[in-house]
């Protein structure tokens, strides 16, 4: 979902502008998304406060209720495809 710069008044016209311009072969900036990180909303990687929250994994080297890294997850789902080193 796109976050469009709030400043704009009507920033899909503006957006629909850029590409346009984009197709045409104009040099241009697709400035209709916003710079300003204090309008970023979400976790962006960070890991849930509360365990119930955190994400699970299902399936076989997973020990029911144990905590799994996320260093150890890649080398999981390698074992489970038989594509182990």
């Known amino acids: 979902m796109w976050t469009f710069d709030p400043r704009l008044r009507f920033p ?8 346009l311009q984009k197709k045409l072969g104009f040099r241009m900036t697709l400035d209709v998304v916003p710079l300003d990180a204090s309008i970023v909303r979400g976790s962006h ?4 406060a509360d ?6 994994l299902i399936g076989h080297g997973a020990s029911p ?7 150890r ?3 999981l789902l390698l074992e489970a495809l038989g594509l182990a080193d």
């Open 51 to 56: 365990p119930r929250d955190r994400p699970i």
């Open 65 to 71: 209720g144990a905590s799994v890294p996320m260093i």
């Open 45 to 48: 990687g960070l890991t849930a």
């Open 12 to 19: 899909k016209l503006h957006a629909a502008r850029r590409v």
């Open 73 to 75: 997850v890649k080398q």
